[in-house]
């Protein structure tokens, strides 16, 4: 299987960090290799959360790359419209207030 790419985007005290660590866990229950990474910002401040979690028989690095992240999920529509380049083509977005969709980009 070749790895599987989920960003997780909010602000602050969303769970984002909670979300990733939970979808990592299942991950690794299912017997899957799983990196996670990380980027708080000002995220004490309400500020922007990004998350990354990576599975597959094996992962390399935590980073999913522009254009690389098979789903997006969105606790904050704001945030999900700064971060939605780093969608494949094939993505899906999930918003917290929208549902899921796939983007046509």
């Known amino acids: 299987m070749t790895s599987k790419n989920i960003m997780i985007v909010g ?9 990733s ?3 990592g866990k ?20 309400g500020g922007s959360v990004v998350t990354f979690v990576r599975y597959g028989d ?4 935590p980073i999913v790359e522009e254009g690389q992240a098979d789903v997006l999920i969105a606790f904050e529509r704001l945030e999900a419209f700064g971060i939605c380049i ?10 917290m207030t929208g549902g899921l969709t796939q983007l046509r980009l």
């Open 11 to 19: 602000v602050g005290g969303q769970g984002t960090l909670l979300t």
């Open 21 to 23: 660590r939970i979808l």
């Open 26 to 45: 299942l991950a690794i229950t299912a017997g899957y290799d799983v990196k996670l990474s990380e980027v708080h910002g000002m995220a004490q401040r």
């Open 58 to 61: 094996e992962v390399a690095e």
């Open 86 to 95: 780093s969608l494949k083509r094939t993505g899906w977005l999930s918003s």
